[in-house]
């Protein structure tokens, strides 16, 4: 790190002091330039998430999530164009400033794991060199010491004698433990921002309670914020603290994620929550979603659920269409709400 | 049901020789019994690993038994050599939907093609126009239209894909189709569709389902009973609602304890730690669940515990089943 760029004043205590959220997503509407024409995959998504909060993004694959999550890390393929939109950290504009500047926060500030861990670790690298290099590049922390610093990051994601898996492959590792292996290197360098995409996909159920209990530890240790992609609905309910459901690149509710589970206000909620097994008494009582999701190429109306809904009705049609508020942390896109 | 199983497994083993300096016996399946019903329903759940999709491979003959008895209508298909058996009346009786459709289907057929391949093997006497009455038949009870028949599999989804595999599988009547894991690669308003769409096919066509799956709740909306595998071995199996409501085994209690659930918000349910131990040349007087077991004692390490009777049809390889009854689920 350059001459104290941030550390001084850590952003994102400045940003509680103000009463700023940590992370806010504005208006943001990004579209991809595809052979078949360009693919809306965000319209006007906008939600908000406070320091040491776990936030669910829930939704089908091609509902907006993963892609949402990389605008934030500046991840996005080259056919991306964001038109519109900002995505406030301890409330910069991360998309008005230069990349260069942005990479030093990005990171550090904000860090990211993945699905797959196997695959997203260097297969040939010792895990505690890969957790040397995050803390090379993001922290302050002196060549001498990053050794026992990587050696602490394993241990803090409570992984097993951890002097001797600094010396391990990840082929040497289980998924669980490559999983931990991520978080540690994710936060070695002390973000105020995790984004888990799918971090328990691929493991098994046992493992991936361990692992979901270990992040809502070191959020309640850390007061760390978290970001959870999902499309796992009764997982998102166990450990979020509010849960934003997406569905065709918008984000249609936004809710307390008790009150999300129990009251869902948007259709496409109620319905994605009778279609999740873990909340079925009987296969009969399990119902499917009508529909597919919409083809994004093509012009949409302003409600693009309105194909699959059954409570379709003519002024659903009309533009513009807003977020209501439903109540003090309850938004739901939709004309008429359950 | 009627009183002889379908299908019965005695000591059903599988070893695999595997590499080293020693060299050793991997323990997949490990003396497994196991009794299918007609029409029955059974859910085979454990961690990756235990050897369930094994045991599923070697019901399904795709893989000869090393040691044990496979009972099938009353012949003993596990002597069969897997060679002759592709050419047996019985292949067509026992039939496998795969769990990733994308990677199952071949990509040269079409679906038409995909769905005649099995008939044509499986059914010669079939003349073509029947069979393709056949096809037409399965895609309907399937829910695909037939203007799907030309289309190849990169043409469709995956739900419609899933499907295909389904239609692939039933076109031949068989008696018992073995899934594994055929919903884990779907969206969940896909998989909706697709456990739906196999609760219906067996009750409209008498099927047996050995159901393999690491997801707990498919189990218990789609079983009858549940089978649960720890390292090879059997360790409880019983009607599903009882095992969901009165799970015995340490290891179960944790497996269904892992299961996300918003209701649990805040609890603190004991997890599992560690890994499972080596399934290489494992010591036959150890419980397999020994040093992760929360119970574990030295009787644990001295005297491996076999299945055994605790309730109505509800069998736990435990010593101490019955003293964790105080202990929450």
Known sequence: ?338 | MSDAPLLSALGLTKFFKVGGREGGLLHAVDHVDLSIGRGESIGLVGESGCGKSTLARVLAHLTPPSAGQLRFEGVDIGQIPERRFASRPERARIQMVFQDPTESLNPHLTVEGAILDPIRRLLPGMSAANAAARVDEVLDLVGLPLAFKPRYPHQLSGGQRARVGIARAIAVEPALLILDEPTSALDVSVQAVILKLLADLRTRLGMSYLFVSHDLNVVRLLCQRVVVMYLGKVIESGPVERIFAHPRHPYTRALLAAVPDPARRDTRPPRLAGSPSSPVNPDPRVCRFYGRCPIGTERCAEDMPNLRPIGAEHLVACHYAEQQKGLAA
């Open chain 1, 1 to 338: 790190m350059k001459a104290g760029l941030m550390r001084a004043t850590h952003p994102a205590e400045a940003a509680a002091a103000h009463g700023v959220p940590l992370l806010e997503v504005d208006r943001l509407t990004l579209d991809f330039a595809t052979r078949g024409g360009r693919v809306k995959a965000l319209d006007q998504v906008g939600f908000t998430l406070d320091r040491g909060q776990i936030l669910g993004l829930v939704g089908e694959s091609g509902s907006g999530k993963s892609v949402t999550a990389f605008a934030i890390m500046d991840l996005l393929d080259q056919a991306a164009r964001i038109e519109t939109g900002q995505i406030r950290f301890t409330g910069i504009d991360l998309l008005a400033r230069k990349r260069r500047a942005l990479k030093e926060l990005r990171g550090r500030e904000i860090a990211m794991i993945f699905q797959s861990p196997r695959t997203a670790l260097h297969p040939i690298r010792k895990v505690g060199h890969q957790i040397e290099d995050v803390l090379r590049a993001h922290s302050s922390v002196p060549p001498g010491l990053r050794r026992q610093k990587a050696i602490e990051a394993l241990e803090r994601v409570r992984i097993p004698d951890p002097a001797r898996r600094y010396e391990a492959y990840p082929f040497e590792l289980s998924g669980g433990m490559c999983q931990r292996v991520m978080i540690a290197m994710a936060l070695s360098a002390d973000p105020s921002l995790l984004i888990a995409d799918e971090p328990t996909t691929g493991l098994d159920v046992t493992t991936q309670a361990v692992i979901m209990d270990l992040i809502r530890d070191l959020v309640r240790e850390s007061g760390m914020s978290v970001l959870l992609i999902t499309h796992d609905l009764a997982m998102a309910g166990e450990y979020c603290d509010r849960i934003a459901v997406m569905h065709a690149g918008h984000i249609v509710e936004t809710a307390p994620a008790h009150l999300l589970l129990r009251e869902p206000a948007h259709p496409y909620s109620a319905k994605l929550i009778a279609a999740t097994p873990a909340k079925a008494a009987s296969i009969e009582a399990l119902a499917a979603i009508p529909g597919n999701l919409p083809d994004l190429r093509q012009p949409q109306p302003p409600c693009r659920f309105s194909t699959r809904c059954e409570r379709h009705r003519p002024d659903c049609d009309q533009p513009p269409l807003d977020a209501a508020r439903l109540g003090q942390d309850h938004l739901v896109l939709c004309r008429h709400p359950l």
